[in-house]
């Protein structure tokens, strides 16, 4: 099998650009990524994208040859939808393919426009990834769903709306580097306390907002990488999925996510690595209870005590394991179908010593990005490590 | 590599069911590929489920794992959207991944309800597979575009609406015998020409009806069809994906398809046979042309001879070739995410003479799949062949 490179990645800035259109968003992120990568158009065998609500945003299904012109590709092209973890199926696929020998060269990424809705389009838009008949109809959206998973973790586990403000301001000083970031500003745990709340225990600040914007990533296989020279140090040497029951109603635990434990367990086979051999982690925070529970899920933090991560350091900038040195959905922005693209692309530049974090994590060689999909009915894991 | 075998069909009837969710169909429709695979629900390893206008139809978007649910199976689902060839995209995907030895067992399918948005609302949401800011905008919906395609193809090779009537005579014989069929019902060549034109040349008997249904796989590797002595005689030996411009005025030729004679040609070199070895083919016929231009792009027929193929009976039940002995889209009906994996179904009923129409095959080996999106700016190509 062969290995998989990420020759290249491009990022637009992820914030409020509601006149902008998702083609013109992804054509901007795969000019960056096919610049960064050296490989030209030509040589790409397939595209993988990823969105989740063009058909209401944008009145556009069919995104996938639509997104491979926009991109310059003459390729076969398919349009993934997860919901939120959309992108992180297609990177998923797009590994598969490439390590099996099916294509030499990938195009993958996604781009969601979303603001175009307004705040109380874009959040009945969101609830498709809910069960319409179960959970939309009965009112349910997506900060109620979380704060229910919020309720149910302090239940057992204990913690609070302080600990989760420690993750809310850590994802933002992580952000004030990052120049795509939709903010850039550093906000204190009382900023977060005395925010209006949005479901209880929830507030306005910790939850990502509503963002425009596309990531693009130029894939190829080791052998293409080493043939062409390629500068593409950093290698995705784990992929896994999980899915679970749709609605909350039909889980076990509503403080659990097992799908994101299985899709984690099986990339770390895939790598051949243990979670302590993580250096630093990219996971899908949305809301703040969704890092604690992503840290859980993925062995990164035992049970019962990612909720202190944040608060006690471990997964800060200069922690043990440094989590979302990008800023998270939460400060970086959540374009939702290329969220999961963007993730990868912020763990191969953190990894090359390529992105302003780096200082952080100087010795770093092993990152994970974690993607989920509704309450986390799915969910993609992806190891990278550094090859030289 | 391994094999990849065809363990199990399952199809509902196609038809109007508006009253009848995606979920309850393709459950419907899994429940039958279960039984009759033999392969139990516990060893489904992932699910690849495709459906095109879920967010307008029903309000519901990450329909994977709701459609794992609805299956009874507890696996990581992707939703596969590639417009009307969803479900091509996602048995492709399933049959990389099962003869790269990734999964043994994958539930592939589809379901689209269509009828409840009524024929103004279907037809509308239909359009969303065009390009949105080119081609809806300025008022294009699919019977248009495949009536300009008809045109210049009369325009450049010949033929009129009576060649392109036989083709839905032809498909409705073919369906007389299939009781899952929207129509079971002979038409004559007059009652074609005589019915209402809905975009000239096309009338309202040269185009597809709009339809509820769902198609269900259970694929496996041939490890896991021969560990479990499964009763699976067809494989799937050969898969290829072509993409293309996605607005009309951006081809060269409005007459050719060239994203499904690239699949063709990688499908062909794939199972590594030659077109002329193909025995029986399920073509993507939305509309009476788009069956003539299937021919040609997979060299079943040379350029400019697809015309005359079913008027001279090349291509009818005790022809040459049979092509739609299903019914075909035509007749048997297009529930849009359904319509990829049912051919498949078609293909290996036929190719293991457990299908009404067998008697028109009796020595057939090979099948071919032809799966198409929008005006062909996607396809996919399936080889199916008898193994014992």
């Known amino acids: 099998m062969s290995d998989v490179r990420v020759a290249g990645t491009g990022l637009t800035p992820?914030?409020?650009?509601?006149?902008?259109?998702?083609?013109?968003?992804?054509?901007?992120?795969?000019?960056?990524?096919?610049?960064?990568?050296?490989?030209?158009?030509?040589?790409?065998?397939?595209?993988?994208?990823?969105?989740?609500?063009?058909?209401?945003?944008?009145?556009?299904?069919?995104?996938?040859?639509?997104?491979?012109?926009?991109?310059?590709?003459?390729?076969?092209?398919?349009?993934?939808?997860?919901?939120?973890?959309?992108?992180?199926?297609?990177?998923?696929?797009?590994?598969?393919?490439?390590?099996?020998?099916?294509?030499?060269?990938?195009?993958?990424?996604?781009a969601e426009r979303m603001t175009n809705l307004g705040t109380a389009g874009a959040t009945e838009a969101l609830a498709i990834a809910a069960d319409d008949l179960w959970e939309v109809r009965a009112g349910a959206t997506f900060p109620g769903a979380y704060a229910l998973m919020a309720r149910a973790y302090f239940e057992e586990y204990g913690g609070d709306r302080t600990d989760l403000a420690h993750v809310a301001v850590k994802n933002h000083e992580n952000a004030l580097?990052?120049?795509?970031?939709?903010?850039q500003s550093e906000i204190s745990v009382d900023d977060v306390l005395e925010a209006p709340l949005v479901?209880?225990?929830?507030?306005?600040?910790?939850s990502c907002p509503l963002s425009d914007g596309a990531a693009a990533l130029v894939l190829t296989s080791q052998e293409y990488a080493d043939e062409h020279d390629l500068d593409a140090p950093v290698a995705i040497t784990g992929s896994g999925q999980g899915g679970d029951r749709m609605a909350l109603h039909g889980r076990a635990h509503l403080a659990r996510t097992p799908a994101a434990r299985e899709a984690g367990a099986e990339a770390y086979v895939d790598a051949g690595i243990e979670p302590s051999d993580v250096d630093l982690?990219?996971?899908?925070?949305?809301?703040?209870?969704?890092?604690?529970?992503?840290?859980?899920?993925?062995?990164?933090?035992?049970?019962?005590?990612?909720?202190?991560?944040?608060?006690?350091?471990?997964?800060?900038?200069?922690?043990?394991?440094?989590?979302?040195l990008s800023g998270g959905l939460k400060a970086k922005g959540h374009p939702v179908g290329a969220t999961g693209a963007s993730q990868i692309a912020e763990v191969a530049k953190l990894l090359s010593r390529d992105h302003p974090n780096s200082e952080h994590v100087e010795d770093a060689r092993i990152g994970l990005a974690?993607?989920?999909?509704g309450t986390v009915a799915s969910a993609t894991v992806h190891v990278l490590e550094v090859t030289r």
Do not use: W
Not at 178 to 183: D, L
Not at 199 to 206: A, C, K, N, T, V
Not at 370 to 373: F, S
């Open 14 to 110: 992820f914030g409020n650009t509601p006149d902008r259109t998702g083609r013109d968003l992804f054509a901007e992120a795969t000019i960056a990524a096919f610049e960064d990568s050296g490989v030209p158009r030509e040589d790409v065998d397939a595209v993988f994208y990823g969105n989740f609500m063009g058909e209401l945003a944008e009145h556009q299904g069919h995104q996938g040859p639509l997104m491979a012109e926009a991109a310059g590709v003459r390729a076969p092209a398919t349009r993934y939808e997860s919901a939120c973890a959309s992108a992180g199926t297609a990177v998923r696929d797009a590994v598969l393919q490439l390590r099996n020998g099916e294509i030499d060269v990938a195009l993958v990424g996604g």
């Open 177 to 183: 580097t990052n120049e795509k970031a939709q903010y």
């Open 199 to 206: 479901s209880e225990p929830l507030g306005l600040y910790d």
């Open 281 to 324: 982690a990219e996971v899908h925070d949305c809301f703040t209870i969704a890092e604690v529970l992503a840290l859980e899920a993925l062995d990164l933090e035992p049970i019962g005590e990612g909720i202190s991560a944040a608060r006690d350091g471990r997964t800060t900038a200069n922690g043990e394991t440094p989590v979302n």
């Open 370 to 373: 974690h993607n989920a999909g």
